[in-house]
C-alpha cells in the first residue's frame, strides 16, 4: 500500500498525485512510490494519458534535503526515464513551487502545465550543491543555456509567465489545475505522438562560440555575487557539459560534479542553515495553537534610521504605520530618507512608482501621539538611552489600548527595566531590527521576565509576515548578536594594537567570507553608535582588565565613520574605503604609550581570534539558556551580521573544526593574553569528552 503517491482514473487518464507533506519532497520513498504508479499507468490500458501533480499546497518543493544531508546520494534516473519514456503523453500538473528535483521532475514529463501564481526553479545552490537529476541537462534544451545559466547560478525561482516565455512549461491555467492539465493530456493523446523528449532537444545548446561568452559571464557573476562558493561554479561546469556532451554522458558528468558538492563541506553547512532558519520558530511553549494577537496597524517612536527602516518594513507587508518623532527636523529627515529609498528601489525596477505610492501612503508621519491609542503594536526606537526609553514606555503605557503590544528596538538595553515603567509587562517585548530594518531579515525577539507567551507567538508570526526571520532571545545586555560582537570587535581592536593594520584584519575577515571587515562594520554603523554601547558596556569591566584604546580617541576626534569621511578607515564621496596611515600612527603611538609590543600578525591569527571570541561567547550564551540552540546562533549570524553561509554560522563552524581544536586555540590565547579568553566551560566539557555536536 502506497503511503505517498497515489494513482486515479479519470475518464481515460491516470492521475498520479504526490501526498509528502508539507512541500511533498521527492524523497527516495516518495520517487520509487512514483515509479511503480507510472508503471501502473503504463500497462493499463484504460489510461490514454498521466497527469503527475501534488498534494496540498505546492507540487514537488525539491529531493528530500534531511535525506541529502546524511549525503545519501537520489536515485531518480530511473524515474526520470520511466516518465520520458512512457509510451502515453505525461503531464506536469505544477501549482505552488516545482523547485530542483521538483522541477527536474516536471521537465521529464512531455508537457508542463502550471496554475497562475507558481514559480519554479533550481535553487540547489542555496543548499552548496546543484541539479543532480539532470536538471543541468534538461533546462538548457528547454530554455536556451543563458537562462539555465541564470537560473542554476543565482538559485532564484521564475514566475509561470517567465516560464512560459523562457520555454520551460507549455501553459499557464487560469482554471482549475486538475481539468486543465486532464484535457491537455487527452489532446496530446489524441495527436498519437511522438510526444516531445527535453533530452532529444538540441536546438538550444547553441554552438561553442556563442556559448562561450555565456559561460566566462556566468563565471564572473558566481565569483560575484557567491563569493567564495564552489556550487554555482560547479553547475556552471555541468551546464558546460550539457552543451558538449550527448545527454546521457552529460548527464553522468552532472552526477559527478553533484556527488562531490554534496560531499562538501559548503554543502553540509548551508543544509545545517536552512533547517536551523526554520528551527528557530520551534520554541518550547509556543505551541501551533498559542493565541495570537491581531497586528493591523503599528505605530513608531523615533524617525531615525532604525524607525525608518522599520516603517517601511511594515508598510512594504501592507500594514499601516503611524511614526512620530519629538523633533520635528528629524521627522522631516525620516521621511525624506524613506522617500529616498523607495525612489532607488523603483529606479532599479524592483517595484513600479504606483507600488511606492501605495506604500508611502501606508507611512503617516505625525508629532505627539494621536492615534497610538489605536495602534496594535507600537514600537519605541529611539537612540540607546534607557532613561529616555523608560519616559517614553511610561507615556506609551498611559495611551496603548489594553490588547496592543509593546515592543523596543533596543539592541542591548534590559527590557525588564523598560517592562516595569508599565502596568503590562506581559505585552512588552524586544523587536530588535538591524540596520537597515526595510533589508536585513533578522529580528532578534527578546523575551522578557514576563512577556506573555501569546506575544512571542504572535512576534514569532509577524516575523515571518514581514518575510523576515524571528529569533527568540533571553534578555541579557547585547541579547545574543551584539553580546558576541562585543568580544568580536575587541580582539580585533586589540589585533590592530599588537600590530596589524585595520585594512588588514577587514581584508582576512572578507577573504575568510564576512561580508564587511569589522572596522567597515563599525565605520558604516557609526564609530559614535560603537561609542555609546561601549559607553553603556563599560561597567561590565572587571577593574584592571584590558580594554580597547582607539575607539576612544577616534570618538573624540570626531572620525565617526562614513558619515564623516572617516573612522578607522577613510572614505571618499562614493564613501569607497582606503587605509588611512593617520588612524595607523594613532593606534601605534597608543600602543607605544600603553607599553605593548608590536609584531608581525597573520591572517589565520586575526581570523580565530575574531570567530573563536564569537564561539566562545556563543557558548556561554548557550548555556545560560540565553538562546535555545545553536542553530539559532548560527541564523542569527546568518541573517543579521554577513556570516558567511557555506560557513553555516559560528558555532557550525565550531563543530566542523573540532571543539578540542578550537579549545585548544583557545587555550593558547588564554595563555598569552589573559583571562578574557577563558573558555566557556560548555565548550571545555565537550571539548574534554571528545564531542564535536552542541547540545540539542
Ligand atoms: N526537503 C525536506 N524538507 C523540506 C524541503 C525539502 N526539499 N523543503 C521544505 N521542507 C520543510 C521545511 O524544513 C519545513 O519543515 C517545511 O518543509 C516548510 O518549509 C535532486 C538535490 C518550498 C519555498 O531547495 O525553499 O532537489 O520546519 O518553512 O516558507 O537536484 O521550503 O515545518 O518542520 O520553508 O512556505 C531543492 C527548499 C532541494 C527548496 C516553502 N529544493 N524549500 O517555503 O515553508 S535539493 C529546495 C524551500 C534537490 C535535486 C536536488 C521552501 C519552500 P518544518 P518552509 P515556506
Known amino acids: 500500500m502506497n503511503r505517498f503517491v497515489t494513482l486515479a482514473r479519470r475518464d481515460g487518464v491516470g492521475v498520479i498525485t504526490i501526498d509528502n507533506p508539507p ?53 531518480l534516473h530511473s524515474l526520470l526515464s520511466a516518465c520520458e ?33 507558481a514559480q519554479v526553479g533550481q535553487p540547489e545552490v542555496n543548499l552548496g550543491i546543484i541539479p543532480g537529476a539532470e536538471g543541468t541537462q534538461r533546462l538548457p534544451r528547454l530554455a536556451g543555456v543563458a537562462r539555465a545559466l541564470e537560473m542554476c547560478v543565482t538559485g532564484a525561482p521564475i514566475s509561470a509567465p517567465d516560464a512560459l516565455a523562457a520555454g520551460i512549461i507549455d501553459k499557464v491555467v487560469t482554471s482549475d489545475l486538475l481539468e486543465g492539465a486532464a ?13 516531445p523528449k527535453a533530452s532529444e532537444r538540441n536546438e538550444k545548446l547553441g554552438t561553442p562560440e556563442q556559448n562561450a561568452p555565456l559561460f566566462a559571464a556566468a563565471r564572473e557573476q558566481a565569483s560575484r555575487v557567491r563569493r567564495n562558493q564552489t556550487a554555482p561554479l560547479k553547475a556552471v561546469e555541468a551546464i558546460e557539459a550539457a552543451t558538449t556532451l550527448p545527454f546521457a554522458e552529460g548527464s553522468r558528468a552532472e552526477r559527478a560534479l553533484f556527488a562531490e558538492c554534496l560531499r562538501s563541506a559548503q554543502a553540509r553547512a548551508m543544509m545545517h542553515a536552512f533547517f536551523a532558519e526554520r528551527e528557530v520558530a520551534k520554541v518550547p511553549g509556543i505551541e501551533k495553537d498559542t493565541a495570537v494577537r491581531e497586528i493591523a496597524s503599528v505605530a513608531i517612536v523615533g524617525a531615525g534610521t532604525m524607525g525608518g527602516g522599520i516603517a517601511m518594513a511594515f508598510a512594504n507587508v501592507g500594514i499601516p504605520v503611524r511614526i512620530t518623532d519629538n523633533d520635528p527636523a528629524a521627522l522631516e529627515r525620516g521621511m525624506a530618507t524613506i522617500r529616498r529609498n523607495y525612489v532607488n528601489s523603483v529606479a532599479r525596477g524592483r517595484f513600479t512608482a504606483e507600488v511606492m505610492g501605495e506604500r508611502m501612503s501606508r507611512i503617516r508621519p505625525q508629532s505627539g501621539y494621536d492615534g497610538f491609542g489605536e495602534a496594535d503594536l507600537i514600537i519605541e526606537a529611539v537612540f540607546e538611552d534607557l532613561a529616555l526609553k523608560k519616559t517614553i514606555f511610561a507615556a506609551l503605557n498611559a495611551i496603548a489600548k489594553p490588547s496592543s503590544i509593546l515592543a523596543s ?116 554603523a557609526g564609530i559614535d553608535v560603537a561609542w555609546r554601547v561601549h559607553q553603556a558596556h563599560k561597567h561590565l569591566h572587571e577593574p584592571g582588565e584590558r580594554t580597547p584604546l582607539v575607539l576612544d580617541k577616534l570618538y573624540d576626534m570626531g572620525r565617526l565613520g562614513q558619515k564623516t569621511g572617516r573612522g578607522w578607515h577613510r572614505y571618499d564621496e562614493n564613501r569607497k574605503p582606503s ?24 591572517d589565520q591569527e586575526i581570523v580565530e581570534r575574531c570567530i573563536y571570541a564569537l564561539v566562545n561567547e556563543g557558548a556561554r550564551i548557550l548555556e545560560e539558556g540565553f538562546a535555545l540552540r545553536a542553530g539559532d546562533i548560527d541564523t542569527i549570524y546568518l541573517t543579521g551580521y554577513g556570516f558567511p553561509i557555506y560557513r553555516g554560522g559560528p558555532m557550525w563552524y565550531a563543530s566542523e573544526v573540532g571543539f578540542a581544536e578550537v579549545h585548544r586555540r583557545i587555550c593558547e590565547f588564554r595563555q598569552r593574553h589573559g583571562e578574557l579568553w577563558e573558555p566557556a566551560p560548555l565548550l571545555t566539557r565537550l571539548a574534554n569528552e571528545r564531542k564535536n555536536q552542541w547540545p540539542a
Not at 503523453?89 to 521538483?102: D, R
Open 85 to 117: 519514456n512512457l509510451p502515453k503523453p505525461v503531464v506536469m500538473a505544477i501549482h505552488g513551487t516545482a523547485l530542483g528535483g521538483g522541477l527536474e521532475l516536471a521537465m521529464a514529463g512531455h508537457y508542463r502545465v502550471v496554475a497562475v501564481g
Open 23 to 75: 512541500v511533498n519532497a521527492l524523497s527516495r520513498a516518495v520517487a520509487e512510490e512514483a515509479g511503480a504508479c507510472l508503471a501502473e499507468a503504463a500497462s493499463d490500458a484504460e489510461i490514454r494519458a498521466v497527469v503527475v501533480m501534488g498534494a496540498g499546497r505546492t507540487f514537488v518543493a525539491g529531493a528530500d534535503i534531511s535525506e541529502l544531508q546524511k549525503a545519501e546520494l537520489p536515485e
Open 579 to 602: 587605509p588611512d596611515p593617520e588612524v595607523e600612527a594613532l593606534i601605534e603611538q597608543a600602543a607605544r604609550d600603553a607599553g605593548i609590543e608590536r609584531r608581525a600578525i597573520g
Open 183 to 195: 484535457a491537455f493530456a487527452l489532446e496530446a493523446a489524441a495527436s498519437g505522438g511522438p510526444w
Open 409 to 524: 528596538n533596543t539592541s542591548t538595553l534590559n527590557i525588564d527595566e523598560l517592562a516595569a515603567s508599565t502596568s503590562c509587562p506581559a505585552s512588552v517585548v524586544g523587536l530588535h531590527f538591524f540596520s537597515p530594518a526595510n533589508v536585513m531579515r533578522l529580528v532578534e525577539i527578546v523575551r522578557g521576565r514576563d512577556t506573555g507567551a501569546d506575544v512571542i507567538a504572535t512576534a514569532l508570526a509577524l516575523a515571518k509576515r514581514l518575510k523576515k526571520v524571528g529569533v527568540v532571545v533571553g534578555n541579557c545586555p547585547g541579547f545574543v548578536g551584539n553580546r558576541m560582537l562585543l568580544p568580536y570587535m575587541r580582539e580585533a581592536q586589540f589585533l590592530v594594537e599588537e600590530g596589524a593594520t585595520p585594512w588588514a584584519v577587514d581584508q582576512a575577515l572578507y577573504d575568510w567570507g564576512m561580508a564587511m571587515g569589522v572596522f567597515a562594520v563599525d565605520d558604516m
